[in-house]
C-alpha cells in the first residue's frame, strides 16, 4: 500500500512574480477577447460601397448582403444569412410631374402591393426628415411572406415594412426597409446607418 | 487553427454528403417519369356564384415553360355553353403519392378551338393575388417531342389524372396503333392507341421513349347529361343543401382513344411564350355562327388525296387495300360542334378507324375527309357512321376484299386555265377571275359508248347549262379537258366540278375563283407590308417597313385584296425567324375588294416576322420584317435537360432539418474566391422549407462546374467550388448538408 500525499497549494503562499504572472494572463486574455471582438463587429458592420452614376446614387451596405440591380429598382440587398425573412434595403425612383405630390406616390406603391403582398396593411404615414434635413414621408406597412415554392412546405413570415419617400429634382426616391416583424426593431438602424451614408 | 480545421471538416462533410436516390433514379439521359409527373397539373374550370367557386369543367394539363406556361384542352378551359365557368385554377403535384393541390389562378394565354389545344398562363395565386413579373418560380416542365416522327407500334406513355377523386397523377401504357387523316392535319392529324385513358386524362401528355411530349390524350364531352355516366356530380352548385340531379355535373367524357399530335401546338406554345398576339383589326373579333343546325350529307369514298381533294370516288377495293377516306359535306358547324366517326367491319365495331367524338376543327362549311393512310385494312364490309354532337348525322358503306375491278374511272382532276397547246396552267386549285374555268381529269379503262356526264356547281348551286350529258369517244385510257364557260364570266367563290359514268359518281373537285387574272395565276392578296405607328388609325397612311432597329409596341401589317367572295376560306400565318407562331383559317367576311386589310402584333421581341397569306393552302404573298438584332434571343432557361437538384439542410448536432436556410448556387463563370454577392453571379437560390428540405427550381445542367455557398446565422459557412454532375450522377440529385453551430 502507498500513500499519495497531495499537497495543496495557497495563494497566500504565492510569490509577487507569479501572482503579477497570473495578472498578466488575464489582462493578456480580455485584450484578445476585446480584439476578437472588435474584429467580430468590425466584420459585421463592414459595409460595401455601391454607385450607379446612371441613377447618381453612391451608398454603402452591408457587405455580404446580396446585391440585386436586375428588377424594376435601382438597388436590392438582401441579408441571405438570416434565417427566416430575408432583410431587405431596397432604393428606387420614379418619375413625377410638377403636379406630383408625395401622397400620390405612396397610394400608387399601396395599390400595386394590395395586388400581390398577402394582407398588405398600411400601418400609418409620419413626416421624415433626411440626414440633410430634407423633408421626407414615412410609411409603415406590414404583410406576410411566403416561400413561393409550391413544392415545399413554407411557413409564412410576418414582415414589417418602411418606406422613406422624398421628391427631388423631378423624380421620387424610394428607399424601402423591409424585415421579418420579430427583429425589425433590431435590425432597423442598419436602415438608418445606410440612410445617412447613401448620396443622391 | 481550430476554427480551419473545422472549416475544412465542413467542406469535406459537404463533399461526403448523403446522396440519397430518388425512387425513380435514373441517369440524366433517361425518362425521367418524375419530373413529367411534377409537370402535370390538375386543371379545373369554375363560376363565381356568389361567394363560391362552382367547379363547372376539369381536365389535365402539362407544364410546358418554366415560366408558367400549361398546355391542356380548349373545351374544358375555354368558356362555352358546357363548360361555362369564368375562373381557371391549378393544381400542382407537391407530393406524387398525393392528390394534387390547388396553388394557381391561370388565364388563356393562346387557344385553337378547333383543335381543341389551349395554352393557359399562371397568372395568380390561388387567391386571386397577381403575381409579380418574374417570381413565378421556376417550374418543372416537359420538353415538346417532334410527333412527325411517331411510329405505328410505338410505345407511348400517358400522364395525367384518372379521376376526380383521392388518387395522385397516373400512368397509362400503350401502343399507338393507327393515324388518322383530316384536312387540317394531314395524315398525323390524330393517333390512335388502344390505351385505356379515362376522361379526366384528357388536356394531359402523351410520352415517348425519351420522356418527350408527343401528343395530347383528347376527347370532348358531347353535352352535359344527367344520366350520363361520364358526367359526376360533386357539389352543392345550386347550394339548396342536396347534392342531386339539379346541381351542376361536372363532364368528364369517356375513355380516350385519340391523341392530338404535340405539333400542332408548337406554334400556340410560341406565340404563348413570346407574348405574341395577334389582332386582326379589320374583320370583327364575333363571327356570326350558323343558327341552321350542322349537317353532313354527300359520303363518299377514295382511295386517296391529293391536295386536299379526293383522287376518284370508289365504291369497292381490293383486298390488301392500305388506304381510304371518307369525304362528305359539311355545313353549319363550328369549333364547338363535336363529331364522331364510328367504323363498323361486318357490324363489329372498328376501334382502329373510329374516331371517338372531338371537336371539329373544320371551317362552317365545305368538304371534309377523314380517313388512313399507309395501314392495311382487313377485308370486310365497312360502315362509317357520322355523328354530329352525339347523334346520327349520315352514314356510308365500302366493301374491302377481292381482286382489281377493272372498272372504268375518272380521276385526278386539276384546274386552270388552257394555253394554246391544250395545257392547263396555274396552281391546280384557285383560278383567277376570267371567262373560262379548264380541268383536266385522268380516265382509265373508258369504253368508247359509255355515257358520262360533268356538272358544275358555283357557292353549292348547280350552274344552269353547265350539265352535260356524252358519250364517251376518248379511248381506254389518257387524260382530257371539260372547261366551264358561265354566262357572266367566272365570279369569285367557291366552284366544284363532277364527273359521272353511267350516273355513277366517278371524281369530284374543288376550286375557288379570286382576284384579278395575271397570267394563269391569281392576284388576290398584293402590296403586302410592314408598317408601325402610334395608332390603327395612323397605321393605314404610315410608310412601309423592312427593318427596324429597336423594339416596337405594335407591329401592323397590310395588305390589299380584290375579287374574293365573302365565304372564301382564306388563311393567315405569322411566323418568327421562320417559325410559324400564328394561324388562322376562316372565311372570308369584308368586301370582295379594298385595300389596307390591317392585322397587328403587339411588343414583338426582336425578330425577323414574316406573314404569309394563302387561299387553299396556296401562298398567294407574304411580307417580311426585322425588329432590332432581326432574331430572337436566347433563352437559358428554356432547356428542359439537366438534373433536379434538392435535399435537406440539418443541425449536426441534433440532426433535425433548419428551416429557412437560403442555399446559393454560383454560376459556373465565377469561383467562390470571385463571388462579391451579386445577383448577377448567381445561377440560382434555394430556400429550405419548415422541414429543412429544398430544390432548385433550375435543373443543373451537366458537366457544368458550378459553386455553392451556405451562410445562416448561428452556422459555420459551408462554400464549396467545383460542384458538377455528369452523366453517371444520379438523377435527381438529392443531398442532406450538416450545419456546425458557430
Not at chain 1, 428588377?71 to 413625377?96: A, C, E, H, W
Not at chain 2, 399507309?374 to 377485308?379: K, L, M
Not at chain 2, 434555394?686 to 451537366?702: I, K, S
Amino acid at each position: 500500500m502507498s500513500i499519495l500525499e497531495v499537497n495543496i497549494s495557497n495563494n497566500s503562499q504565492l510569490t509577487q512574480r507569479q501572482r503579477w504572472s497570473i495578472y498578466l494572463s488575464y489582462i493578456v486574455i480580455l485584450i484578445f477577447l476585446y480584439i476578437g471582438f472588435s474584429l467580430r463587429q468590425s466584420s459585421l458592420n463592414r459595409v460595401t460601397m455601391y454607385t450607379n452614376l446612371e441613377a447618381g446614387i453612391t451608398a454603402l451596405y452591408p457587405a455580404r448582403w446580396l446585391l440585386d440591380e436586375t428588377g424594376d429598382y435601382v438597388l436590392r440587398v438582401r441579408d441571405m444569412s438570416n434565417r427566416g425573412f430575408k432583410t431587405v434595403i431596397q432604393v428606387s425612383t420614379l418619375p413625377v410631374t410638377p403636379d406630383t405630390v408625395e401622397r400620390n406616390l405612396l397610394d400608387r406603391l399601396s395599390l400595386n402591393r394590395s395586388q400581390t403582398f398577402i394582407d398588405y396593411t398600411i400601418l400609418g404615414y409620419s413626416d421624415y426628415f433626411l440626414p440633410d434635413e430634407t423633408p421626407a414621408i414615412a410609411m409603415s406597412y406590414t404583410f406576410v411572406s411566403r416561400d413561393a415554392s409550391p413544392f415545399l412546405e413554407g411557413v409564412s413570415t410576418v414582415v414589417v415594412g418602411l418606406d422613406i419617400l422624398t421628391i427631388q429634382r423631378g423624380q421620387a426616391l424610394i428607399m424601402t426597409f423591409r424585415a421579418d416583424s420579430n427583429t425589425y426593431e433590431q435590425t432597423l438602424p442598419i436602415f438608418e446607418q445606410f440612410i445617412q451614408d447613401i448620396d443622391y | 487553427m481550430i476554427q480551419l480545421v473545422r472549416f475544412l471538416k465542413i467542406s469535406f462533410l459537404l463533399l461526403f454528403v448523403t446522396t440519397v436516390m430518388s425512387s425513380m433514379a435514373q441517369s440524366a439521359s433517361e425518362f425521367d417519369i418524375n419530373r413529367i409527373k411534377r409537370a402535370t397539373v390538375f386543371i379545373y374550370q369554375a363560376r363565381n356564384q356568389g361567394n363560391n367557386l362552382i367547379i363547372t369543367c376539369v381536365s389535365t394539363g402539362t407544364i410546358v415553360s418554366y415560366d408558367g406556361l400549361i398546355l391542356t384542352n380548349a373545351h374544358s378551359t375555354v368558356r362555352d355553353s358546357i363548360c361555362n365557368g369564368d375562373t381557371i385554377i391549378v393544381a400542382i403535384n407537391v407530393d406524387l403519392n398525393e392528390p394534387p393541390i390547388p396553388k394557381y389562378r391561370a388565364e388563356i394565354a393562346q387557344v385553337d378551338e378547333g383543335l381543341d389545344i389551349a395554352l393557359l398562363q399562371i397568372t395568380r395565386e390561388l387567391d386571386g393575388r397577381l403575381i409579380a413579373d418574374g417570381t413565378l418560380p421556376t417550374l418543372p416542365f416537359v420538353e415538346i417531342g417532334d410527333s412527325s416522327e411517331v411510329t405505328i407500334d410505338q410505345n407511348i406513355t400517358v400522364v395525367g389524372y384518372t379521376n376526380i377523386d383521392n388518387q395522385p397523377v397516373g400512368i397509362t401504357r400503350g401502343t399507338i396503333t393507327a393515324f388518322i387523316s383530316e384536312p387540317r392535319g394531314g395524315d398525323r392529324s390524330w393517333f390512335k392507341t388502344r390505351s385505356t385513358i379515362p376522361g379526366t386524362m384528357s388536356g394531359g401528355g402523351a410520352y415517348n421513349s425519351q420522356g418527350q411530349l408527343i401528343g395530347i390524350p383528347t376527347t370532348a364531352p358531347i353535352t352535359l347529361s344527367n344520366s350520363d355516366a361520364s358526367c359526376k356530380f360533386i357539389e352543392d352548385s345550386n347550394l339548396d343543401g342536396f347534392i342531386n340531379n339539379n346541381d351542376q355535373c361536372i363532364p368528364i367524357g369517356g375513355f380516350i382513344s385519340s391523341i392530338r399530335p404535340s405539333n400542332f401546338a408548337r406554334s400556340l406554345i410560341r406565340g404563348a411564350s413570346l407574348g405574341l398576339n395577334v389582332d386582326i383589326l379589320t374583320i370583327p373579333d364575333v363571327r356570326p355562327n350558323p343558327i341552321d343546325p350542322p349537317k353532313f350529307s354527300r359520303l363518299f369514298f377514295s382511295p386517296s388525296v391529293v391536295n386536299g381533294l379526293p383522287s376518284t370516288v370508289v365504291g369497292s377495293l381490293p383486298a390488301n387495300t392500305n388506304s381510304l377516306y371518307l369525304f362528305f359535306d359539311y355545313e353549319n358547324m363550328t369549333s364547338e360542334t363535336v363529331y364522331e366517326l364510328r367504323v363498323t367491319r361486318d357490324g363489329v365495331p372498328d376501334s382502329i378507324f373510329s374516331l371517338p367524338p372531338v371537336r371539329w376543327s373544320g371551317s362552317q362549311r365545305g368538304l371534309w375527309y377523314i380517313g388512313s393512310r399507309d395501314q392495311p385494312w382487313a377485308n370486310g364490309v365497312y360502315e362509317f357512321n357520322l355523328l354530329i354532337n352525339g347523334f346520327a348525322a349520315d352514314s356510308e358503306t365500302v366493301i374491302i376484299g377481292g381482286g382489281a375491278a377493272v372498272t372504268p374511272t375518272f380521276s385526278n382532276v386539276v384546274f386552270g386555265l388552257l394555253d394554246l397547246q391544250g395545257n392547263i396552267l396555274g396552281n391546280g386549285y384557285v383560278l383567277p377571275t376570267g371567262s373560262i374555268a379548264s380541268a383536266r381529269f385522268v380516265y382509265a379503262n373508258m369504253i368508247d359508248g359509255t355515257n358520262w356526264t360533268s356538272l358544275w356547281y358555283f357557292n353549292g348551286q348547280e350552274i344552269i347549262g353547265s350539265r352535260t350529258n356524252e358519250v364517251w369517244s376518248g379511248g381506254e385510257n389518257g387524260s382530257t379537258v371539260v372547261n366551264l364557260r358561265p354566262q357572266g364570266g367566272l365570279f369569285p367563290g367557291t366552284y366544284r366540278l363532277e364527273l359521272y359514268i353511267n350516273n355513277a359518281l366517278s371524281a369530284t373537285s374543288d376550286f375557288v375563283v379570286a382576284g384579278a387574272q395575271e397570267g394563269p395565276l391569281p392576284i388576290i392578296f398584293s402590296n403586302a407590308r410592314y408598317t408601325i405607328a402610334q395608332s390603327p388609325f395612323e397605321a393605314l397612311n404610315t410608310p412601309k417597313v423592312t427593318s427596324l432597329p429597336n423594339s416596337v409596341d405594335v407591329l401592323y401589317a397590310l395588305f390589299d385584296w380584290q375579287q374574293i367572295a365573302p365565304g372564301t376560306v382564306w388563311t393567315v400565318r405569322w411566323l418568327v425567324d421562320g417559325e410559324l407562331f400564328f394561324e388562322l383559317t376562316e372565311p372570308w367576311i369584308t368586301t370582295e375588294s379594298g385595300k389596307n386589310f390591317l392585322l397587328s402584333l403587339d411588343n414583338p421581341p426582336d425578330g425577323t416576322y414574316t406573314v404569309e397569306l394563302l387561299v387553299n393552302d396556296l401562298k398567294i404573298t407574304e411580307a417580311t420584317a426585322s425588329v432590332g438584332i432581326g432574331q430572337l434571343a436566347i433563352d437559358r432557361f428554356a432547356e428542359a435537360d439537366g438534373t433536379p437538384f434538392g435535399g435537406v439542410v440539418i443541425d449536426a448536432a441534433t440532426q433535425n432539418g433548419i428551416p429557412n436556410v437560403s442555399i446559393i448556387l454560383i454560376r459556373e463563370d465565377f469561383s467562390i474566391s470571385d463571388f462579391v454577392w451579386d445577383q448577377e453571379q448567381v445561377f440560382a437560390i434555394a430556400t429550405t422549407d419548415r422541414n429543412g428540405n429544398f430544390q432548385f427550381d433550375r435543373p443543373l445542367v451537366l458537366d457544368t462546374p458550378y459553386s455553392l455557398v451556405i451562410e445562416a446565422n448561428g452556422y459555420l459557412p459551408i462554400t464549396i467550388d467545383g460542384f458538377e454532375l455528369d452523366a453517371e450522377s444520379l438523377n435527381p440529385l438529392i443531398i442532406t448538408i450538416e450545419l456546425v453551430h458557430d
